[in-house]
């Protein structure tokens, strides 16, 4: 079929246009990339635990033992999503995230009313798992969008992994910005609004995150850093509130015009979102323009003898434009493919790049140095990260220090997803530069800050909060990425969350059994040195370099070994990632926008001087 025709200025003409492009832009693909910074940007509650710890520690009389137990079980509901893995897997995302909206906010609503003295003070296994559960909407969050948006964008994945877990990032202290507007220094508050606030955006962009076939445009990644060009001013905003809120004294109206700038911000990238959308329903509404000036005549493209397809033509679709009748022929298509069942060749996988079965890649050697590497290098600057509040304290920092050092991580970290996932693609695409070899790098970095607060060095504890928080977030972006390119993204929802499983088992490890128990043990030996009886149910507080320096140093130690074990990974996989590792979703991309627009390359000019579109039905 060949449609000829003129060139015409296209338009928003009328009440019918601004509806068809108010549809098309929520409904196309850089719409779900929009709902999904928001999502993102209230999806990072966990990180603030730091801020509200010590009201639950003082109010409820938990030792740091207890305080870090519960910490684990935080970060073992943020991290353990297998479950929402598999849900995503047999559900659309908006089921996901509605799941995760509800555990949010019973999960810290009970966690507040047992603060605030509403309910009879609980059993530590309770409030595990109240914590647990509200922890676990993270992962639901997660699944449910940043899936969703690598599924729909497969050749930018380190960008939009980059971009999104960046969000993440930024979430504490955007969160911290909005609270301080609301509630203004009610510690207890900040749990109840933690605890309403994701599960309400959740709920808002429920029906518009989905999953769309790619079609890659040529701006793709230009679009992708317009967003993070936003990103880094709202970074930067925050980065100065920080440190202006920490010399001054905001009143609560001052708050309120702060919180104003960053909503804006958030809002920010829906011009991005409304520019690109708009191009696309100009590129629809071209072939609908002018009709009178088009010539359609349709040319029947038929299988050759010997190829085994199904190929037939079903009923004509006519549509009349300006009089002209316009004929496309139907192409009705049938594929059979042997497919690999769950259960089956499990210790027998296909390409790194293909798709790998579930139990495949869980039992892969590359999967489980992954996991080794992420033990090590995510639990220990989790672990610092967790104790920052107490770290301060037994340094004796100012209490105001407390808020700055977990800004201060939740901006680097923000910095270093969004680094790690542009760079690494940037790198790889350029010069093959294997992500799990950037990967080695980070973890080396995090060692230097994790030494700093051993030793106490003068103000180090900024600097390693500045070091520990950019390679905290520069781990998930790098993880995430390399195992969607090994093991493919059919079943990415469930191997994606499996990856985060290694945190909360290198937590629990490095924070409760080594920093939790050598803190206590100190806090105690410094109660007896002064001849004080610590008495049932009070606060076990321990000053002096010595509190976490043995810790810390084991911390390095371990995370030197991940850095090692990352190299053999570094080593198995160097001849995959030389290759040209998008290249099977390139292909794929290009035949479902063909397949869209039923056009082929060619452009050729009729004998009345009009441009020809040559289009030809496919046979499969």
Not at 403 to 415: A, E, R
Not at 572 to 584: S, V
Request: aromatic residues 12%; proline residues 3%; glycine residues 8%.
């Amino acid at each position: 079929m060949a449609v000829t025709g003129g060139a015409s200025s296209i338009g928003v003409h009328g009440w019918g246009d601004i509806k068809s492009l108010s549809t098309q832009v929520i409904t196309g693909r850089w719409f779900v990339v929009f709902a999904s910074f928001f999502i993102m940007a209230t999806a990072g509650a966990t990180y603030m635990f730091g801020l509200y710890s010590p009201e639950i520690k003082q109010t409820l009389g938990y030792d740091q033992s207890t305080l870090n137990l519960l910490s684990f079980f935080k970060d073992l509901g943020t991290n353990v999503g297998i479950l929402s893995g598999l849900i995503n897997e047999l559900t659309p995302p908006w089921v996901v995230l509605a799941i995760g909206a509800v555990m949010n906010f019973v999960g810290y609503l009970m966690i507040w009313l047992s603060v605030t003295g509403r309910v009879a003070k609980p059993q530590v296994w309770l409030m595990c798992l109240y914590i647990c559960i509200g922890a676990n909407s993270q992962s639901f969050a997660n699944t449910g969008s940043l899936v969703a948006c690598v599924k729909n964008f497969p050749e930018s994945r380190g960008a939009v992994l980059g971009i999104l877990k960046g969000y993440v990032g930024l979430s504490g202290v955007i969160i911290s910005q909005l609270y301080s507007a609301i509630y203004y220094d009610d510690t207890k508050a900040l749990i109840l609004f933690i605890g309403w606030l994701p599960a309400a955006i959740s709920i808002v962009f429920l029906g518009t995150i989905r999953y769309m076939k790619p079609v890659r445009q040529p701006n793709e990644v230009k679009v992708f850093y317009n967003f993070l060009y936003i990103s880094l001013v709202l970074a930067a905003f925050l980065l100065v509130m920080i440190v202006i809120q920490k010399t001054v004294h905001f009143t609560k109206s001052q708050f309120g015009v702060t919180a104003a700038v960053v909503v804006f911000l958030l809002f920010l990238p829906v011009v991005v979102v409304i520019i690109e959308e708009y191009k696309t329903w100009q590129n629809k509404k071209l072939a609908l323009v002018d009709a009178s000036q088009m010539k359609i005549v349709t040319e029947e493209v038929r299988p050759s003898d010997g190829n085994n397809q199904n190929f037939k033509y079903g009923s004509e679709i006519a549509t009349e434009a300006n009089g002209i009748a316009v004929s496309e022929p139907k192409v009705n298509k049938t594929v059979l493919t042997k497919e690999t069942r769950w259960w089956q060749n499990v210790f027998s996988p296909p390409d790194r790049g293909e798709d790998y079965t579930i139990l495949q890649a869980l039992f892969s050697i590359d999967m489980l140095i992954l996991f080794i590497s992420c033990i090590c290098g995510v639990g220990g600057t989790l672990t610092a990260i967790d104790n920052l509040g107490q770290i301060g304290a037994s340094l004796r920092y100012p209490k105001r220090s407390t808020s700055t050092l977990l800004s201060l991580v939740s901006i680097w970290n923000y910095l270093g997803r969004v680094f790690s996932g542009f760079a690494s693609e940037y790198f790889l695409k350029k010069y093959r530069f294997p992500r799990p070899l950037m990967l080695t790098l980070t973890l080396l970095l995090s060692c230097v800050g994790h030494l700093l607060i051993a030793f106490d060095v003068k103000d180090g504890l900024y600097v390693a909060s500045v070091i520990i928080g950019f390679c905290f977030g520069a781990q998930w972006p790098l993880i995430f990425a390399i195992i969607s390119e090994i093991f493919g993204l059919k079943y990415y929802a469930t191997l994606y969350n499996f990856g985060t499983v290694a945190s909360p088992l290198g937590l629990y490890v490095l924070n409760v059994k080594i920093t939790g128990h050598l803190y206590d043990k100190e806090a105690k030996e410094q109660l007896a040195a002064l001849g004080i009886q610590r008495k049932e149910g009070q606060e076990l507080n321990c000053v002096g370099v010595n509190c976490f320096k043995l810790s810390f140093i084991i911390m390095t130690a371990v995370t030197l070994f991940g850095a090692v074990v990352s190299l053999v990974l570094v080593a198995r996989t160097r001849k995959f990632y030389k290759g040209d590792i998008y290249k099977r979703f390139r292909e794929e991309a290009k035949v479902a926008e063909d397949e869209m627009k039923g056009v082929e390359k060619s452009v050729k000019t009729g004998d009345d001087g009009k441009v020809v579109y040559h289009v030809v039905p496919r046979a499969n």
